[in-house]
């Protein structure tokens, strides 16, 4: 409409857009799925507004499985990139190479594959950094589902935090359902505890250790503190410690009941979860 009055490569710098994408838009024939639809955008705008740590991919499953429209990532991305809008991006981890040091075997050997709930575990503590002290969570990932089978959080990184948290996940879980259970964790000297190391033989659970400095042996478990502090602890800059427990109480019962995720068939961790279980009690 406005090429005849100004040129059409200052119309498409205005507008965000190629003027090399603009012709083949022309040249393709004005198809409606790359026109710009004001239905669509503010469905992307609304779920990223109520989420707004969401990736393409998630609101991409987020919108399928909420309003049954099915959209591709580039066209959630094109309508994301038309606001100027994008998910938080998680701060990168630095990498160590691979050391042998320990004697308790790595029986992981950086395998995550899993063929049924509760065959591979894997367990970590981070830290929680609020305005008034320092505060540690240390929790327990399925590899099957990526859910959070247990948790817990304390002002101490003691002995206890993680003998607390191992305790509550083998209570939730029969010992016919975690039958050849697999529970691996890095070098710290909690996972290396004499206290720690029987708990686990008592319950015919096998451990495994991460080599020395090898932070990707376990990053499974590093995976998820990435998402909780991005998508639950950043997002508060004024945290204090007699908060920080409901905080972490309603994030898990999200991420566990209503996160999407892509690798697990675009369901939620505890969706997924029950998809393998059911047969069981057919």
């Not at 040129?7 to 198809?31: A, F």
């Not at 817990?152 to 975690?178: E, F, G, K, M, P």
């Not at 319950?203 to 909780?228: C, L, R, T």
Request: glycine share 4%; proline share 2%.
């Amino acid at each position: 409409m406005l090429k005849r009055k100004y040129p059409v490569k200052l119309i498409c710098r205005l507008l965000g857009c190629s003027r090399s994408g603009y012709y083949d838009w022309i040249k393709i024939g004005r198809p409606k799925y790359k026109a710009f639809d004001q239905t669509i955008n503010d469905l992307v705008m609304q779920v990223y507004k109520e989420h707004d740590d969401m990736g393409i991919r998630r609101i991409r499953m987020e919108i399928k499985t909420v309003y049954g429209l099915i959209l591709s990532n580039r066209t959630i991305y094109r309508y994301m990139r038309i606001n100027g809008v994008q998910a938080t991006v998680r701060v990168k981890q630095r990498v160590y190479p691979k050391v042998a040091h320990h004697d308790i075997l790595n029986e992981l050997q950086r395998n995550f594959t899993t063929e049924r709930p509760n065959q591979k575990w894997s367990i970590d503590i981070t830290y929680i950094f609020c305005k008034d002290r320092l505060m540690y969570m240390c929790a327990i990932k399925d590899l099957y589902d990526k859910s959070i089978i247990s948790y817990q959080v304390s002002s101490r990184i003691d002995l206890s935090l993680v003998l607390d948290t191992v305790r509550y996940a083998l209570l939730n879980v029969t010992d016919s359902l975690r039958e050849g259970l697999i529970l691996h964790s890095d070098q710290g000297w909690h996972f290396t505890h004499l206290e720690y190391c029987n708990l686990l033989k008592n319950h015919q659970v096998k451990q495994s250790i991460s080599y020395k400095g090898s932070s990707v042996d376990n990053v499974p478990i590093e995976s998820f503190f990435a998402i909780f502090k991005t998508e639950c602890i950043y997002k508060h800059k004024e945290l204090y410690s007699k908060n920080v427990k409901s905080l972490i109480d309603k994030y898990m019962w999200y991420y566990n009941n209503k996160r999407l995720q892509e690798k697990i068939k675009e369901l939620a961790p505890v969706q997924y979860r029950n998809l393998a279980l059911k047969p069981l009690f057919i």
